[in-house]
């Protein structure tokens, strides 16, 4: 029966995906039929791999209650009927008349120009990282890829102090500045954009993680997409080359830091390409009333309170993934793990913070998203606004997310309808 329940669901998202692809590529579309896409890769298309794969049982040691819900019938058909009713509630708001939706921001977007010198200093700060790496207390530490998963340091050290909280800001600067030229430049090739990519390759060989990189090139995607640097055809191609090279860097990752790589494939699909299971997890959690918060709501209060620092707010809750990570691997939901974070994604939070209900709360946010962000009219408030809603579908409300986050409001606060700097 859960066969069928599963290939019945994703039969009915297929349709809503090939409707919004078909929009998107006729270049008039809302941010939500971009969401509706992502949110089709994340959640619908692990329904059927995941059937037809075999999942480790030697996660079930590491990650029972990510393991368990993965099996159960109850939390499977549940979890079907939740993502139809987001696809079809996202396709359903995207098309609505009378919105803020079917204006063209190509046109929009096709206009922004920075004037030279402005464009100058953006590609002095795309190397924002190489500044960073010449000025730390130990240079030669970055000439090791990923130095602080590969060796043993200090955590008071001068040179782990300096990259969380120095190396940090260049990280988040070169990313901005990157994205920044490339929406920017009126060339696309390959040759047109090699300064850029060298500036990405410094940033992903320093930052010595995944996540960003990742971001980096779903950033430059959006902006083919609203700009249709290209055709429709290359830009496909262009999306499955770039999934391609994420899915093999993280596998390079594995085997290079060693994290990750005692997981077969589908694991690794399952945790960290799809958020499958993380969802199954907090719907598993709230089916048999097992506690991974202290009260309904104390992630999101910490969501809404981010800034505030700890020394004004003393009980200041944690985000949503330090009580995720413990709960699946079955400790207590008082225990805190330092050492790795699992991946979560928007539904998982809202769901475990106020049960299925959740789920309106967490659509209702995304949309206003939307439409606080198509009612702008601004081209930098597209970008990153698109950008914000579609990395929180696939992560947690954590410092890369908040990042974008504080971007598409300073974007949104001194933002004009003017398209020129």
Known sequence: ????????????????????????IRGKFSILHVLLVLTYVMQILPIVIVDISNINIYDIYRYPNVYKPLLDTKVS?????????????????????????????????????VNKYLM?????????????????????????????????????????????????????????SILIVYLCKDKYGFKSNLLEYIA??????TDGKRTIIMFLLLGILCIDILKRTCKS????????????LIVIYFNLYSNITGKGADSVFISNYIYYYSRISCVKTAIYGRVYNMKMLDYNGQSILYDIGFFIPRSIWVNKPLMFVKYFTPFSCGYGHNIILNNFNLQVNIWTE???????????????????VARITEKKNNAYSYM????????????????????????WIFTLIFGKRKYNL
Request: with cysteine; charged share 10%; glycine share 4%.
């Open 200 to 205: 990405a390759f410094f940033l992903m060989w």
């Open 77 to 113: 058909i549940i979890y079907d009927l939740v993502m139809i009713f987001i696809i079809m509630l996202l396709y359903y708001l995207a098309n609505k008349k009378n919105s803020y939706i079917y204006f063209n921001m190509i046109d929009s977007i096709l206009n922004v120009r």
């Open 384 to 407: 990153f606004g698109l950008l914000f809603s579609g990395m929180y579908l696939m992560f947690g409300f954590e410092p890369n997310v908040q990042m974008v986050f504080l971007i």
């Open 350 to 368: 809202w769901i475990a913070n106020f049960g299925i209900i959740g789920i309106f709360f967490a659509c209702l946010f995304i949309v206003c």
């Open 233 to 244: 055809k290359i830009i496909i191609g262009k999306t499955a080359i770039f999934l391609l």
């Open 1 to 24: 029966m859960v066969y069928v329940i599963d290939l019945t669901s994703f039969a009915i998202a297929t349709i809503f995906l090939i409707k919004s692809v078909k929009k998107i």
């Open 120 to 176: 100058a200093i953006m590609k002095i700060l795309m190397f924002a990282t190489l500044f960073a790496v010449i000025i730390s207390p130990k240079p030669s530490i970055y000439l090791k890829f990923s130095y602080f998963y590969t060796n043993e340091y200090d955590i008071n050290s001068s040179i782990y102090l300096f990259h969380i909280t120095k190396y940090v800001y260049a990280k988040y600067i070169s990313f901005a």
